[in-house]
């Protein structure tokens, strides 16, 4: 990793790097999925170009946290985002996730999270990590609990691709587990 607010993490099989401005398209199309939108707090489908440009711009990677990254399949490209953040409570961060439905079953989300949480875990000295799933996307849950997450509690949450709020689980990871 860089000091000028550059980075690249290299997986078996991904390359997660700096989100930048001209990711905008694949970003919409992929975040903007129908079957994604609705998974996450902040995106619309479809998900006009400005919204997403505004997006981007609030998460590139300025040396501290509240960033997202890229998640690059390097014979593809762009498949993904990942983002690390201030959560509600005092003391933990907050992490999220999404991958592009032509890419789901493979792993894909696994490999960059484990990666990901680690390096930038290391980096900001972070002991515990906090993340959530609507509960009709039980994939997501799998994926946190594969990588340790341990359920913490229950919710409900909104999306601006959802008519009402709906349930979520809330799930904790101390960091000293993911580095074991």
């Known amino acids: ?39 996450l707090a902040t995106v619309t489908s479809p998900w006009a170009e400005d919204a997403v440009k505004t997006w981007i711009a609030c998460s590139l990677f300025r040396g501290r946290l509240g960033f997202r990254a890229a998640v690059v399949l390097p014979e593809v490209g762009v498949i993904g985002s990942i983002g690390l953040g201030k959560a509600p409570g005092p003391g933990v961060q907050n992490c999220a996730y999404f991958i592009d439905p032509a890419y789901w079953g493979q792993g894909y989300a696994s490999e960059a999270m484990r990666s990901f949480l680690k390096t930038f875990g290391l980096r900001f000295d972070l002991d515990e990590i906090e993340a959530d799933h609507f509960d009709d996307n039980p994939a997501s849950g799998s994926v946190l609990r594969k990588l ?3 359920q913490s509690g229950t919710g409900m949450a909104k999306s ?9 689980t809330l799930y904790r990871l101390k960091l000293e587990e993911l580095r074991a």
């Open 148 to 150: 340790g997450f341990k």
């Open 1 to 39: 990793m860089n000091d000028d607010c550059s980075f690249a993490l290299i997986t078996a099989r991904l390359l997660i790097r700096e989100l930048r401005p001209d990711d905008w398209q694949a970003m919409q199309r992929i975040g903007g999925h129908p079957s994604v939108a609705p998974m």
């Open 160 to 168: 601006l691709a959802r008519l009402e709020p709906a349930a979520v």
